[in-house]
C-alpha cells in the first residue's frame, strides 16, 4: 500500500516562496504513476496544481503554471513543490496524489501552509 | 478552466439512496469518460470511489455507483450510512490535458 506524507513550512511570507515535499513509502516513485499535488484553500474546494512523471515530464495548471515548478527525486523517493510569488489566495491545505490512467488512487493527508502578509 | 457544477450539499436519513450531479462541459465530463469521485472527510487523505464514470476500485462498497449522461456525470450512493456523511468531489480530464476538480458536495446523514 503507497502512503504519501506532505512536509514543509507552515507558515510563508508574501512574495516569497512556498516548498513542499512529498515522501512516497510502499512504492516507488518511478513507478508507472504520476504524481500531483492538489490543494484545498479553507472552506472551499480541491483544486489541482499539477502533475509531473518519474522521467521529469509534467503538466501545471494554466491558472498557476508560471509560478509552479515540480520535481522528483528518485534518491529519496519524493517528489517536490515549489510555488513562487505566494499571495494570501495560496493559503490552503496542499494534498500530494498519485495515480494512473486519469484518477488518483493514493492520497496524502495534506499540509496547511498559511501566507503571512 | 471553471471548476466543475456540483450541489453544494444534500442530505438524506440511514437507509436511503441519494444521488447527486456533477455538471460540465463538452471538453471536460462530456468529453470523456475520465470522471472520477473521492469522498472527503475533513482532515483526512480524500478516497478514491469511483473512477472511468463508473468503476469501483477494490474494496469500495457497492452502495457507491457512478452513471453519466451527456455533460453530466452522477454519484448515488444507496443505502446510506452514517459513516457516508462527507465531502465528495467529482473531477474530469479535460481537453486542455489538465483536471478540474468539482465545486464539492456535503453528504448529510440525517
Known amino acids: 500500500q503507497v502512503q504519501l506524507q506532505e512536509s514543509g513550512p507552515g507558515l510563508v511570507e508574501a512574495s516569497g516562496t512556498l516548498s513542499l515535499t512529498c515522501a512516497v513509502s510502499?512504492?516507488?516513485?518511478?513507478?508507472?504513476?504520476?504524481w500531483s499535488w492538489v490543494r484545498q484553500p479553507p472552506g472551499k474546494g480541491l483544486e489541482w496544481i499539477g502533475e509531473i512523471y518519474h522521467s521529469g515530464s509534467s503538466n501545471y495548471n494554466p491558472s498557476m503554471s508560471s509560478r509552479v515548478t515540480m520535481s522528483v527525486d528518485t534518491s529519496k523517493n519524493q517528489v517536490s513543490l515549489k510555488l513562487t510569488s505566494v499571495t494570501a489566495a495560496d493559503t490552503a491545505v496542499y494534498h500530494c496524489a498519485s495515480g494512473s490512467y486519469f484518477k488518483w488512487d493514493y492520497w496524502g493527508q495534506g499540509t496547511l501552509v498559511t501566507v503571512s502578509s | 478552466q471553471s471548476a466543475l457544477t456540483q450541489p453544494a450539499s444534500v442530505s438524506g436519513s440511514p437507509g436511503q439512496s441519494i444521488t447527486f450531479s456533477c455538471t460540465g462541459t463538452s471538453s471536460d465530463v462530456g468529453g470523456y469518460n475520465y470522471v472520477s469521485w473521492y469522498q472527503h472527510h475533513p482532515g483526512k487523505a480524500p478516497k478514491l470511489i469511483i473512477y472511468d464514470v463508473s468503476i469501483r476500485p477494490s474494496g469500495v462498497s457497492y452502495r457507491f455507483s457512478g452513471s453519466k449522461s451527456g455533460n453530466t456525470a452522477s454519484l448515488t450512493i444507496s443505502g446510506l450510512q452514517a459513516e457516508d456523511e462527507a465531502d465528495y468531489y467529482c473531477s474530469s480530464y479535460t481537453s486542455s490535458t489538465i483536471y478540474v476538480f468539482g465545486s464539492g458536495t456535503k453528504v448529510t446523514v440525517l
Open positions: 510502499g512504492g516507488s516513485v518511478s513507478s508507472n504513476n504520476w
